[in-house]
């Protein structure tokens, strides 16, 4: 399971969404051998009063939070966080001085799915990769 949130602003993001979400969706299927059905992504475009960052940033800053469930290595998140810098850069012409992922991990049992806690369903994927 990996629940995906970006952030930007409005002008900037709303014409890429769709691209940036085959772009993500990529990258995550490939650090962390998810199934290529298993896309929960979330966009949160914003108005500039309300996105503020830091000097040295474009008006291309976007934030990623990728949430996903305890057991993936360090190997693999870094995997992911290469990939997601490598593509967004290449595919979406976003500098990697505008992107910022975070990624928060959480036990199964701290996530409620289909009516069950995390930890007692049955995955079709692993997800200690």
Not at 25 to 36: D, E, W, Y
């Amino acid at each position: 399971m990996a629940q995906v949130k970006i952030f930007g602003l409005r002008e900037h993001l709303n014409p890429i969404k769709e691209r940036f979400s085959e772009v993500i969706h990529s990258c995550v299927v490939v650090a962390f051998k998810l199934p290529s059905d298993k896309k929960f992504h979330r966009f949160f475009p914003m108005d500039k009063e309300d996105f503020q960052f830091a000097p040295g940033r474009t008006e291309a800053y976007t934030v990623i939070e990728v949430s996903i469930f305890e057991g993936r290595s360090v190997e693999s998140k870094k995997h992911l966080i290469r990939l997601l810098f490598e593509r967004i850069q290449k595919e979406l012409r976003i500098s990697s001085q505008d992107i910022e992922i975070t990624i928060f991990e959480t036990p199964k049992s701290n996530w409620g799915i289909r009516g069950l806690p995390g930890d007692e369903l049955q995955l079709n994927y692993n997800v200690n990769v």
